[in-house]
């Protein structure tokens, strides 16, 4: 057997014996919202592999990418028998990787995470059965050496080594003892302080989110900094109202309640950014929920790694994340450039478009996008352009020169150019359209709608009346609600017959709130319409925000791009 010598970048990060058939996918992948949770299937419509299964193989993507909830998915996989023999990645991944230490440390159900260098990985995607054993690889007559993150190599202060040593109590101990393994993993040489941070992992979309939740706040922990919640999976104040099942709901909200008591403010948005403490230039935060984390490094120019849930909460307890990635100046560099070119006129359905486009141009790497200049993008485009690039990117930002505040940085060395054009943009058009032309429910709302949405949707409907055959339904944060409560917002929209509704959002909204007749459902959002057939099962309809108002009023959709795309 041929001996294949040591290499640091073929390392094993969660171990575990483990041996099936190689399934490589040639494009990454969002667990959350891309895998059934309970079979191991791909759902993600989008993606190549759509259709086949994981469970029980040794599964090959160059890095996981999507929302951060992908590591809740892989714990409820690993608990139910359902997850991969292991997963190989070839680029650095956190998300997965975060999921599988959870499930060994906590639950005892380990998943084996392995990173491996280029060569070796190209090597096993040829392969079509492998074996880990111990610290070796085989496939094909090699056997690769398997190297362990040196948490030998990783600085810490007085305050972190007590909390690894258990002298802060077990919860704190865990909750280091993960930070420093995927610090280790992302070879950081120290942890840095946070000022704040965002928990996403709140959403019941299966028990593994309230097993952890509830398993942690028994073990004492706390939160030390200012720390926010995700959007929920029910309308806590009045889901009994809402037709929704009790145990359904009692479960949601003791999931909610769980991070409540451990000391998150209860915000229940997905749209921290839109709260009126939001972070500053260079502030170095720790978030999760892919797109919150997108718009913060981007928009705002704070600093937050697109951290994996359950780390979330760990980094709430501590102040504490690894110092690498985007914390660092020298890793928020463009790595290509996206030169766009934009069509004579266009309305706000461009930017959701363009954001996906983003990110199926540069799938790892942080881009900037050029040929905007001109352009003149609200708060709200560019909330839909982060939210879009989040599902088909792992970058945890992207720049726009001329509009983000790190939008001139210069790009790197040998850093490659791809161009975006109006043709670009009408396929697009036509891979989010494809649903038939009666209406059924119009979404609005993910992320979260802003204040100046809802005014919009309120100008788009004044005077005018929902279809009684489509609904529609906004989601909201509890802040814009009462703001919108305050305007007589939320009065124009429901005397047109939408539904305005807080804390949950499209991403975790489930039946009966969610119409259980829906077949075909429109939406302005770039990031649903990429989720929302793997989630409901239905087929989708993408426009401008008028757009969908007039699907709205009228019970359809036009089956032609605007005239704009044409």
């Not at 469970?55 to 590591?71: D, E, F, N, T």
């Not at 030998?152 to 002298?167: F, I, K, S, Y």
């Not at 979404?443 to 009684?468: V, Y």
């Not at 429901?494 to 429109?522: H, N």
Request: glycine share 8%; net charge negative.
């Amino acid at each position: 057997m041929l001996k294949v010598p040591d290499a640091p970048t073929a390392m094993i990060l969660v171990q575990n014996n483990a041996e099936g058939d190689v399934l490589t996918c040639v494009e990454g992948l969002s667990f959350w919202g891309g895998v059934d949770p309970d079979t191991g299937v791909i759902i993600d419509a989008h993606h190549p592999d759509h259709g086949a299964c994981l469970a029980g193989k040794i599964v090959l993507m160059p890095s996981s990418r999507g929302s951060c909830s992908g590591s809740g998915v892989l714990l409820q996989l690993a608990r139910n028998g359902c997850a991969p023999a292991a997963l190989v990645f070839r680029e650095d991944e956190d998300i997965l990787t975060l999921g599988a230490m959870i499930a060994e440390r906590l639950f005892d159900r380990p998943v084996a995470i392995l990173r491996l260098s280029p060569m070796v990985y190209d090597d096993l995607s040829k392969a079509t059965v492998a074996k880990i054993s111990g610290n070796e690889l085989f496939f094909d007559g090699q056997a690769v050496a398997l190297s362990h993150p040196d948490l030998d190599e990783l600085v810490l202060n007085d305050t972190d080594r007590a909390m690894l040593t258990g002298q802060e109590g077990p919860a704190l101990q865990v909750a280091m003892e993960v930070l420093c393994m995927m610090a280790a993993s992302q070879v950081a040489c120290d942890l840095v302080d946070v000022s704040r941070a965002h928990i996403d992992g709140c959403i019941l979309a299966h028990d593994a989110n309230l097993d952890f939740a509830e398993k942690m706040h028994k073990m004492g922990a706390k939160t030390r900094i200012p720390t926010t919640i995700n959007a929920i999976s029910v309308d806590r104040k009045n889901w009994s109202s809402q037709g929704v099942v009790p145990d359904f709901g009692n479960k949601a909200s003791r999931l909610a309640d769980a991070y409540v008591n451990m000391g998150a403010r209860a915000t229940f948005t997905c749209a921290p950014y839109l709260l009126d403490d939001t972070p500053q230039l260079g502030e170095a935060i720790g978030w999760s929920e892919s797109n919150a984390v997108i718009y913060a490094n981007s928009v705002l120019g704070a600093r937050t790694e697109k951290h994996p849930d359950y780390l979330d909460l760990f980094i709430a307890m501590t102040g504490r994340a690894p110092n690498t990635g985007v914390y660092l100046d020298a890793n928020r560099a463009p790595v290509c450039e996206l030169r766009v070119v934009l069509p004579e006129t266009y309305d706000d359905a461009l930017w959701p478009m363009l954001g996906w486009l983003a990110g199926c141009k540069s799938p790892s790497g942080i881009p900037v996008l050029t040929g905007l200049e001109h352009a003149s993008p609200s708060s709200d485009d560019l909330k839909a352009l982060c939210a879009a690039f989040g599902t088909t990117s792992a970058a945890p930002m992207l720049h726009v020169r001329g509009h983000t505040p790190e939008g001139e940085q210069p790009l790197v060395a040998h850093a490659a150019v791809f161009d975006i054009t109006p043709r670009d943009l009408a396929l697009v058009w036509q891979e989010f359209n494809t649903g038939d032309a009666e209406v059924d429910l119009v979404a609005i709302g993910s992320p979260h709608a802003s204040l100046s949405e809802c005014r919009k949707l309120a100008e788009f409907l004044h005077g005018k009346t929902c279809d009684p055959q489509t609904a529609m339904i906004v989601t909201v944060g509890r802040k814009v609600l009462e703001d919108a409560v305050l305007e007589g917002i939320v009065d124009v929209l429901r005397c047109a017959g939408a539904q305005v509704i807080a804390d949950i959002c499209w991403c975790s909204i489930t039946e009966p709130v969610f119409p259980p007749e829906t077949k075909i459902l429109m939406t302005n959002s770039g990031k649903y319409s990429h989720y929302a057939n793997g989630l409901t099962g239905c087929e989708v309809r993408f426009g401008s925000l008028e757009e969908c108002v007039q699907a709205a009023v009228t019970g359809h959709a036009g089956i032609e791009p605007p005239s704009w795309l044409l």
